[in-house]
C-alpha cells in the first residue's frame, strides 16, 4: 500500500481549474518533492490530502485512509506544516507544544522529552518560553516545524519549511528530514527551492496547469533538475 495517494482528483475554485486529474503514489519512506510554478495546484494539493477542503472528483488516500470522510482521521495519523503559517501569539513555544501534544494525545512525558530535543535541534532553548508574537520570523517557523514532527508521525506534510531560516539552521532541518524519512517516515515537501529538491528528494514531482506532469529521481537524471522543471513547465515563458 503506498503512503499518499491521489488518483484523478479534480478541484476548481469557480471557473479556476486548480486540479485537472492528478495522478501521484507515494510509498512510505519515501521524501517527496512537489516542484510546480506558482498556481500550479501544490498548495491545492496538500490541502486535500490533509482533509482541510474536498475534491470535487477523483480519490486520495493517506496511509489507507480517506480524507474527505474521515478528515480528523487523517489529521491525528500526519503531520503538517503549512506555508506562512505560526504559532498562536498568545502562547510561548513550550504552550503551544504541549496543546499539540494533548491533541496528539502524547503524554506529559513526551511532550517535555520532544520539547527539550527541538529546543536543543533548532536553538530555541532561550526562548521557549517567550510569548510567540514576541518571536522572530525565524523563531516562528522553527516552533512551527517542531510541531508538525512533534508527535513523531508517519506521514508529514511540509510546505516551504526553509523559509526565513538561517543558513546553518536550514542545514540542521535538510538534515533532519533525510534521516526522518531515512527511518521509515514519508515526507510530502512542496517548495520552489530547487536545490533542495535535487539535493534532498528521493523523488520529485512536477505539477503544472493542476496535473503531475513528470515524476524524477534526482540521483538518477542526467541534467540539472532545473532543467528538466523548465522543460515541462517553462515552454511557454522561453
Ligand atoms: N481559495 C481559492 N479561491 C479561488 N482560487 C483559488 C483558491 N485557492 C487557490 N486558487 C487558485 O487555484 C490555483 C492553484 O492554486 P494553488 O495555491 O494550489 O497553487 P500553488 O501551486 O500552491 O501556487 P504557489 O506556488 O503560487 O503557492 C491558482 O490558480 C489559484 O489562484
Redesign the pocket.
Given at each position: 500500500m503506498a503512503a499518499i495517494e491521489c488518483d484523478g482528483v479534480h478541484k476548481a475554485?469557480?471557473s479556476?481549474r486548480?486540479l485537472d486529474g492528478l495522478t501521484l503514489s507515494i510509498e512510505a519512506g519515501e521524501l517527496f518533492g512537489l516542484l510546480?510554478?506558482?498556481?500550479?495546484?501544490?498548495?491545492?494539493?496538500m490541502s486535500i490530502l490533509t482533509g482541510q477542503i474536498t475534491p470535487d472528483d477523483g480519490t486520495v488516500r493517506v496511509l489507507g485512509t480517506d480524507p474527505v470522510t474521515d478528515p480528523v482521521g487523517v489529521r491525528e495519523l500526519v503531520g503538517i506544516l503549512p506555508?506562512r503559517s505560526s504559532p498562536p501569539s498568545f502562547l510561548t513555544p513550550r504552550e503551544y507544544f504541549q496543546f499539540v501534544g494533548a491533541v496528539r494525545a502524547m503524554s506529559d512525558d513526551a511532550v517535555e522529552r520532544a520539547t527539550r530535543e527541538w529546543a536543543d535541534r533548532l536553538d530555541l532553548g532561550g526562548h521557549i518560553d517567550t510569548l510567540s508574537t514576541d518571536l522572530s520570523r525565524g523563531q516562528k517557523q522553527k516552533v512551527m516545524i517542531a510541531a508538525a514532527f512533534l508527535h513523531e508521525p508517519e506521514v508529514v506534510f511540509i510546505d516551504e519549511p526553509l523559509a526565513n531560516l538561517d543558513p546553518i539552521v536550514q542545514e540542521t532541518v535538510k538534515a533532519f528530514l533525510s534521516e526522518y524519512r531515512a527511518d521509515g517516515n514519508t515526507i510530502l515537501l512542496?517548495t520552489?527551492d530547487v536545490s533542495v529538491a535535487a539535493e534532498r528528494c528521493t523523488r520529485v514531482g512536477i505539477?503544472h496547469d493542476?496535473e503531475l506532469v513528470t515524476t524524477v529521481r534526482p540521483d538518477a537524471i542526467d541534467e540539472r533538475l532545473i532543467d528538466v522543471f523548465t522543460d515541462h513547465v517553462g515552454g511557454e515563458r522561453a
Open positions: 475554485y469557480g479556476i486548480a510546480g510554478p506558482n498556481g500550479a495546484g501544490k498548495t491545492t494539493t506555508e512542496s520552489h505539477v493542476g
